[in-house]
């Protein structure tokens, strides 16, 4: 089953501008990552915050992590035609032997156009 | 690193017949996953091999559903006796176990008429 929900489910922007997508899970997590799917292909690893982290930075990226709203936020900074895709959070569920079993929300789809 | 290798791209079959996947991990990882996503969906775990053994199975893997991973390298997933419900894309995911980064392959589209 899924985790959690995205928000929104799709999002078109203008190049240049910024692109921010919300996330909210259900359970208590060792850490949230995003993760990108351009159209009838695999994801690929954007970022991880663990849940003791507040903020994360990568290049263009900004995730910030909400663990007692149980939310992530992901944000896309100056976005690019080529930012173009399906993102989704996962999470990596806390309790246990954590083994990187990772659940995975609905996804936002992406458009920027140029 | 040559990334994590699915074949085939595509699959096209008929209800009932039995299909195989194939996996080829990046070859220092030791964990290797399956997920299935449908469209518009994110992907579901199916299963989880740590080295050669599968260590769990979600209940969405029916007894219809098996996977291997013999000597712990490239990993198979077979359905037996197809559904059109089956229809979906497999998708294969390496990690190592110091790291909760997943790698994954393109996938397999799986369409049962």
């Known amino acids: 089953s899924q985790q959690g929900e995205e928000d929104p489910q799709a999002l078109s922007i203008q190049e240049g501008e910024n692109a921010t997508m919300n996330c909210s899970y259900k359970?208590?997590?060792?850490?949230l990552q995003w993760y990108r799917q351009n159209s009838g292909r695999g994801l690929v690893h954007l970022i991880l915050?663990?849940?003791?982290?507040r903020e994360k930075h990568s290049g263009r990226l900004r995730v910030t992590l909400d663990t007692s709203k149980k939310s992530s936020s992901l944000l896309i900074t100056a976005s690019r035609a080529a930012d173009t895709a399906s993102y989704f959070c996962a999470t990596d569920a806390a309790g246990g032997t954590s083994y990187g079993k990772l659940t995975f929300g609905q996804g936002t789809i992406l458009t920027v156009h140029p | 690193d040559t990334g994590v290798s699915q074949d085939p791209r595509h699959k096209i079959t008929k209800r009932g017949q039995n299909v195989t996947f194939r996996c080829d991990p990046i070859?220092?990882?030791?964990?290797l996953y399956w997920y299935r996503q449908t469209l518009g969906q994110g992907p579901e775990f199916l299963t989880y091999f740590q080295n050669e053994a599968q260590l769990e199975k979600s209940r969405l893997l029916s007894d219809r559903f098996s996977a291997e991973r013999p000597k712990g390298s490239f990993s198979t997933l077979e359905i037996q006796r197809t559904e059109q419900g089956d229809s979906a894309m497999y998708l294969c995911?390496?990690?190592?176990?110091?790291?909760?980064?997943?790698?994954f392959g393109s996938g397999t589209q799986l369409s049962v008429l």
């Open positions: 995911a390496s990690s190592l176990d110091t790291n909760e980064k997943l790698f």
């Open positions: 915050i663990r849940s003791n982290e």
């Open positions: 359970t208590s997590i060792n850490n």
């Open positions: 070859s220092e990882h030791n964990r």
